[in-house]
């Protein structure tokens, strides 16, 4: 009889990971913490900003602006489990993009990983959300502690035309996952991609309030996708997003001390700009956000180029550049009458 436990799984992890774990030799000034790992290739689905959609010709190891080149299972078992015992890499995150028919093997890889991993690592997988609620109930049971479901389009038309998706069975899902599995659903929302700042931010509001944890990327146009020439984010729109996104994440900012001008631009948040200030200072809305130790370092950019996401603290020159991008133009508490 066929032993099927003995069966080889296709892991990707990304270069950076590869690096992480001494699989591949590349210099790198921002390790991950995370070690991203991508499971099969060429997704069902057909997201505009995706190397893997069905109709992009990006090339089967790419997914953001990173290449995953596929390892071999037992040295990655073996680097993985040193790096999680010596503490270099805190979680593990799979990311699927073979829809729902991936189901069986990423249940299969995860408790894989998980046997090879000090006792103290995370585990997300990133899995569609069209999935159902037995399929994250049989992820979680075989060892994951989150599943993201990407909503990434933050609204209803550019959900449609991007992720060819219903952005309101989207949410739904999202919504019951999170009341049936409390503190283990994820979503990641993607800035600038037709969205304004009013739309993103309520929709990030809403999610916290539904115990939904956050992570925010920034659109990166990549060759090969339907969307590989549109601009990328603005800066300043990104800043204003990010600060205003961590406040929300950390529970600091509701819905209502938000306002936003014509345009959805945001124009005021509720608390006073010396107590933002100090917040922002130390740098930290500005960093990568996601699941805890998640990183992705240069998934939105090119080295050498001002960070959308910074995957380590920043330097105070550059939290004070970042927080002065961020707040250009916005009226905070007490304020309101100059
Ligand atoms: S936030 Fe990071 S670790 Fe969490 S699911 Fe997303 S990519 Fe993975």
Redesign the pocket.
Known sequence: MADDTARKLRFRPSAGTMAALGLKEIKSDSPPT?A?IMLGEKCVRDCSFCAQAAHSTSGAGRLSRVTWPEADEDALLESLGKATADGSIR?V?IQTVGGRGALDVVCEAVAKLRAVCGPGTAF?V?FSATAGLDDIGRILASGAD?V?LAIDACNPELHKKIKKADMAASRALIKRAALSFPGRI?T?LIAGMGETEEELLRLASSLKEEGVGL?LFAFTPLRGTAMENYPVPEMASYRRVQLAFWMIKKGLLKEGMMSFDGSGRLSYIGISRSEVERLALEGEPFRTS??EW?N?PYYNERPGTELYNYPGPLSGEEAAMAFAKAVKGLVFAGEEGR
Do not use: D, F, L
């Open positions: 995370t991203y979680r995150c997300s990133s989150r993201a994820s990641h992570g996601g699941c998640c992705r």
